[in-house]
Nanobody, 118 residues
């Protein structure tokens, strides 16, 4: 059973920055695509960014140029550097391990709250 634990959320003023991290337990972390999603109050969970096992990266349009996703396979860690934060970025951010191309599994973390407010 894989466990994903997010950290790094908090309250930041508009224009500020935050760095989210996700630590994954379980073997073969490097083989999985890893992603960040977010869910704002009253909204559906939405895709933010993904980094493949091959390090291919894709971002949602609303974070391009502001967020940077990265991974450290030695530490089983996924990161999301967020800059120029806006109030609309307020949400719970979730780490996702996508095993579609590996073993068909999918795991989610419990999320970390990010609040952007003056």
């Amino acid at each position: 059973q894989v466990q994903l634990e997010e950290s790094g959320g908090g309250l930041v003023q508009p224009g500020g920055s935050l760095r989210l991290s996700c630590l994954a337990s379980g073997p073969m972390f490097s083989a999985y695509d890893m992603a960040w999603y977010r869910q704002a109050p009253g909204q559906q969970r939405e895709f933010v960014a993904i980094i493949g096992s091959d390090y291919m990266i894709r971002y949602a349009d609303f974070v391009k140029g502001r967020f940077t996703i990265s991974r450290d396979n030695f530490k089983n860690a996924l990161n999301l550097q967020m800059t120029r934060l806006k109030p609309d970025d307020t949400a719970v951010y979730y780490c996702n391990q996508d095993g579609t191309h590996v073993d068909g599994t999918e795991y989610w973390g419990k999320g970390t709250q990010v609040t952007i407010s003056p």
